[in-house]
């Protein structure tokens, strides 16, 4: 089941199933609701707020016309929520200037879907230095995600770019002193934004159980008993008194997933 906040200014969150059932639970009122289904389901999606709307994109689309690979569920007052489908082949990372969705890949170069007028156009034949969701941070007027080599926090000025000229990372920092514990594998990783220059970097990891406790499947691929937990740390980014950024470290906590068997490669 995905989870996503839906409006800037409000306590909601949107959940969907592998069915699209789709609800909205509000944190003020403790209330629940049934809201309108996306148009198909959607496999490893991205989800990114604009204002008060919610868009949805599909990491891998289809290659059919109407495979409702993006779309939008649309505010218009307390009880008039509509899915409106905006398919298109490209993906979103993250949002720039309040209304425009940034989408880029690599060799692709980089779009912009503005949500006001629903018109498409590129930013720049360069793509993002990210890999996945790009967070904004008003109070630093920064972005910050993971560079797309290493997965390493890192922080750039999009608002600087042009057609022209690619962004440039303004700082890159690794917020779990290296090097990692032997046989640490980060699988995914995350970022939340908590506001006044603080984040949470969340990190899944896999950790091979015992390195001769490895066993041959049916298939004939080779599978290693490895244990999965969350590394959750709390960094803070402040600039200096001429302007430069540092990055301080607070707490990590670690916490088990538990155990199963991944395939050796």
Request: aromatic share 10%.
């Amino acid at each position: 089941m995905d989870f996503a906040s839906i409006g800037s200014s409000s306590n909601g969150i949107i959940s969907m199933d592998p069915d699209v059932n789709t609800f909205l639970y509000d944190g003020a009122s403790h209330g629940l609701r049934v809201m309108p289904a996306p148009h198909a389901p959607k496999h490893a999606s991205v989800s990114l707020t604009v204002g008060e709307d919610l868009y949805i994109l599909e990491r891998n689309p289809g290659t059919e016309e109407e495979d409702h690979s993006f779309e939008a569920l649309i505010h218009r007052g307390p009880s008039d929520e509509i899915v409106t489908d905006i398919s298109d082949e490209k993906y979103a990372y993250t949002v720039v200037s309040d209304s425009q969705i940034w989408i880029s890949t690599k060799g692709g170069g980089t779009f912009s879907f503005d949500t006001t007028s629903g018109v498409w156009s590129e930013a720049g034949d360069w793509a993002l230095p990210f890999y996945g969701r790009i967070e904004y941070a008003p109070e630093l007027a920064l972005w910050f995600g993971f560079t797309s080599e290493g997965r390493q926090l890192a922080t750039c000025d999009l608002g600087a770019a042009s057609p022209t000229s690619s962004p440039v990372l303004q700082e890159v920092w690794d917020e779990l002193a290296p090097p990692l514990p032997p046989r640490w594998v980060p699988v995914m990783s995350f970022l939340l934004t908590l506001g006044a220059g603080k984040f949470c970097v969340g990190r899944m990891v896999d950790m091979a159980v015992a390195q001769e406790g490895w066993c041959r499947g049916k298939s004939g691929n080779d599978y290693l008993d490895v244990e999965t937990f969350a590394v959750l740390t709390g960094v803070e980014v402040v600039r200096g008194s001429r302007g430069a950024l540092r990055m301080i470290r607070h707490k990590s906590r670690r916490y088990s997933v538990g155990c199963s068997m991944a395939r050796l490669r």
